[in-house]
């Protein structure tokens, strides 16, 4: 069993910067975790993911160069940091565990294990 639970989440102007956490127990180690987000009206969409060690990672091309994914093992926390936000950054943000070891993916449908969800809004 995994529990995750985010935080971060807020308003920011357009240009601002914002710092996801997502705090996880139970089964993560060797594990993949992913950022998602999600708007009313529209599929879960995949933002970024990390290997387990932090060697690899992966963004969405929509926020590559702005977002920087990292983990520290020591504390089962992953984290997103987001810079210079756009409104259409605007979305609910959700941290998600692999379902299997040592794999990775950007497609939702690979991940078993969700958090509740942080919302971040974006002022234009």
């Known amino acids: 069993q995994v529990q995750l639970v985010e935080s971060g989440g807020g308003l920011v102007q357009a240009g601002g910067s914002l710092r996801l956490s997502c705090a996880a127990s139970?089964?993560?180690?060797?594990?993949?975790m992913g950022w998602f987000r999600q708007t009313p009206g529209k599929e879960r969409e995949f933002v970024a993911f990390?290997?387990?060690?932090?060697?690899?990672?992966t963004y969405a091309g929509s926020v590559k160069g702005r977002f920087t994914i990292s983990r520290d093992n020591t504390k089962n926390t992953v984290y997103l940091q987001m810079n210079s936000l756009k409104p259409e950054d605007t979305a609910v943000y959700y941290c998600?565990?692999?379902?299997?070891?040592?794999?990775?993916?950007?497609?939702?449908?690979?991940?078993?294990?969700w958090g509740q969800g942080t919302q971040v809004t974006v002022s234009s």
């Open positions: 998600a565990v692999h379902s299997k070891a040592w794999a990775t993916s950007s497609n939702r449908n690979d991940y078993d294990y």
């Open positions: 139970g089964r993560t180690f060797s594990y993949t």
């Open positions: 990390i290997t387990w060690s932090g060697s690899s990672t």
